[in-house]
């Protein structure tokens, strides 16, 4: 079936029947006299990250900051009529030149790509900081050379934590409920917990809860709260599970095809774009919180009336556990022999092991 699904965006990409359909054509003739448009699928509609920083800097920076020689347009992914777990194909074809890929994707096809947002790996932005330097040298080499992707950016969105519609007092209630996952890392932490995870693609998640399918949503803390889960659910337990990183690359050949000028501008900005994304993803995070709990610092969501429940010192220890006895070997395993050596080359040198609760 992926295989059916891959051929047929790509005949219909043939066609020139998508909107972004001439993007590696242009982007191959772009060191050509002209203005070339860059076409570039982003990050996810409707979200503060894409609205506030994608949008506007593909659709109005580049052009002004090339003083108008280029241009760029820019459509979110969950628009594009592509499917989010293919991205990473789509980008190594070339059938994408410029794309936004999940990492939640990789978890089952690349799971060697997915090491540094593992579900409790991250409790903290400082942590995640360290965790993504360590890991990111090997990220981009390795894309580079086994899928021909340039890593350009990598971004996150807001803290993912738990939504629910009942009460929640710590993870031990989660037992025997449905909770919406997004990643094969976060489903391994949830089965820990006794829970049943449920695959959910993001804009089904408020369908889900209205049709009685869910009872809990790992999503992020703002992302939640602009899709209405603040009058869907009543409780969120503010324990950061993973932070929905996600990476921003172009195919290696329509890379190197773009003008000199033009790949200089674009490594020189999009740093600055990815430590924007960063900072209004860690507002958001607390933003998010004070949204949907209603408090007075809400100034970017809707104010809500959910109950933020702060999770125990017993909660966090206990996180790190399932992290170090299910969702690390789990990954390792499906990961294969070889990257036992990839963690402890990179996170591994910075990550130690909690102690065991007797």
Known sequence: ????RTLTVLLVF??????????????QGAAAPGWPTIRVIGGLAGVGQYTRLEEPFWSREVERLSGGKYRASIVPFDRAGLPGADMLRFLQLGVVPFGTVLMSSFGARFPQYAAADLAGLNPDM???????????????????????????????????MLFCKHPIASLSDLRG????????????????LGAEPVHTAFAQLAPRFQAGALDCAVTGTMSGN????????????ALPITWGMAIFGANQAA???????????????????EAAVWAESE????????????????VAGRPGKMRI???????????????????????????????EQVWANTIGRTFSPPARTP
């Open 1 to 4: 079936m992926p295989l059916i």
């Open 14 to 27: 043939c066609l020139g029947l998508l909107p972004w359909g001439g993007a590696v054509a242009q982007a």
């Open 126 to 160: 400082q942590t995640l900081r360290a965790h993504l330097a360590a890991f990111r040298p090997y990220l981009e080499r390795t894309l580079r050379a086994e899928q021909g992707v340039e890593v350009l950016a990598i971004y996150i969105y807001p803290a993912q």
């Open 177 to 192: 409920w449905r909770v919406r996952v997004s990643s094969v890392a976060q489903a391994d932490f949830v089965e820990a």
């Open 226 to 237: 602009t899709i209405g889960l603040a009058d869907l659910t009543s409780h969120l337990y």
């Open 255 to 273: 890379w190197l095809a773009l003008p000199a000028d033009l790949r200089t501008l674009l490594r020189t900005e999009l740093p600055k774009l």
């Open 283 to 298: 507002r958001d995070t607390v933003q998010g919180l004070d949204c949907n709990g209603g408090k007075p610092g809400c």
């Open 309 to 339: 429940v702060e999770p125990s010192a017993a909660d966090k220890q206990r996180s790190r556990e399932i992290l170090a006895a299910t969702v690390l070997p789990r990954w390792q395993k499906r990961c294969g022999p070889d990257c």
